[in-house]
């Protein structure tokens, strides 16, 4: 079967990569485990060679048309939807939000029509497409309220998915995911970027603004537990979606504090002691809207899973994420 | 004050710009109530004259940058966003819904938003973002589950409109109107046009095919309500609006028996026995995801109002909106 990354020279998308190249088969339509021949990764920027005969990279924009035929030619079974500009970014260049988050997914989504299949789609929501007074534990079913365009974007894209598969375009489900960390590498233009800053400057002997404040409760999932879930999200049949063909992720609820106190633990007080709380605005309003723990009972019921502690996510990225 | 309305020859449109030159007057973001010094007139129909020397007309497609540019030459301080492809058309035709329902519907707000004010925008949504299972009185903060394309699109709609508001490119609101009926004229692609067609039909001596049996439930509004519950959302002050800025409109709920009554207490037996129940499915799949009844206790709040009885809504229709 033919595979589709979006994204797939991000971080995310490099280690779904992996993950699908060596299981080496996916759960399709019918049911049954079909092995994996190609997987294309397309991304705005040209990643590593990955040393694999399966893989085939294409470098471009989503919403280049001519791109877009290049990714579907042989066909596409199965698409990971994870290109996306983040919420700080989509906040500051509303244009670039819309254009990307919404129009070329769109596009995506037309060229999934148009294809023999019809292909599964799997689309990265996000945490972010509530906001608002909300319940301590979001249910799966609490009404989309974004607070900002990051989140209206994803709406929009989940609201699209479920359109296009209610048509039978496409058999397309959203997965709103928690906010993923430990990310490695430099801090990114999302809001939730200090989520990992946190952990890794100070691992890496810098130290690390922190613009919220230690009360400040988060969704959390570590990107090991993100690509398990992404996986169940693409096996899972058809017919065990909600009517929305939305599902909430699990992820584990902490706050900053409790996030710092980890990272001592691990590391020591001279590590923890890096983290300084140095109130921003502009990130602290983003961030306090969005859900501070998910139901996520369907999401559950698929086989999808939380991590065990944000300690073992803090131990996750010294063996396996942090970079030399 | 410059008034622009989309739509502004379809029926609803008409009888809108009637009301506004009737009034004179329209209350604007600052509170007090301004002259209408200028009515735009925009839709796809050249419709007729209304001898109002305020009043222009512009005849074309939405989408058409050209004819935007036309609309808001020497500035627009509001809009009524009427103008729509209807949901049984934009269900048949799914890429002309999306194109008209949400892409002609965000170039109209990318206008409003280079436009100085910023415009005060009033867009028109449904009942039909709501669907599935719903609570017999849909509440005000529902979730948005549309089953239809158009009300996909109209979700989309409140979406576009909530974060272009968010970041003070215009000040926008969105409301979800009930079924409006009795239209006059012709039957259309609406999937509700029945709801009209049942009353105008048998009164105009014609058998009238109703594709719902006699038990179901609608939620609906005369045409006199609705333009008075339009310009009641367009006065209520933003500070009033939720924080969706989207409003449910009040309406009646009555069953489709209770209307053939109805019409049977105005107008006879001969009259009435001309409703001939004729199931169709792809009509009944439609109208029977959509809500009941609202709570709207937002809209009521603000203003709004629904009709006294379904018997006052065909009398309505005798007394003012037949056509002879």
Known sequence: MNILITGGAGF???????????????????????????????????????????????????????????????????????AAVVS???????????????????????RCRASPGPPRVVFTSSIAVFGGTLPERVPDDQALT???????????????????????????????????????GKPNKAASSFASGIIREPLAGIEAPCPVDRATRMLLQSPRAVIGNLVAGYEAPASALP???????????VTVGEMVDALRRVAGDAVADRVIFRHDPAVDRIVRTWPRDFDAQRGRALGMQADASFEAIVRQYLEHDRQS
């Open 243 to 253: 009517p929305s063909h939305s599902i909430s992720v699990p992820g584990i609820s």
């Open 12 to 82: 995310l998308g490099r280690k779904l990569a992996a993950a699908l190249l060596a299981r080496g088969t996916l759960t399709g339509p019918d049911g049954a485990p079909r092995p994996l021949t190609r997987l294309t990764l397309l991304d705005i920027a040209s990643g590593a060679d990955l040393g694999d005969a399966r893989v085939r990279r294409l470098a471009g924009d989503l919403a280049d048309t001519e791109l877009l035929d290049r990714a579907f030619e042989g066909g596409v079974d199965g698409v990971f939807h994870l």
């Open 88 to 110: 700080g970014e989509a906040e500051a260049n509303f244009d670039l939000g819309w254009r990307v988050n919404v129009d070329a997914t769109r596009a995506l989504l037309e």
């Open 146 to 184: 974004p607070q900002s365009s990051y989140g209206a974007q994803k709406a929009v894209g989940e609201l699209l998915v479920h359109d296009y598969a209610r048509k039978g375009f496409l058999d397309g489900r959203s997965l709103r995911l928690p906010t993923i960390t430990v990310r490695p």
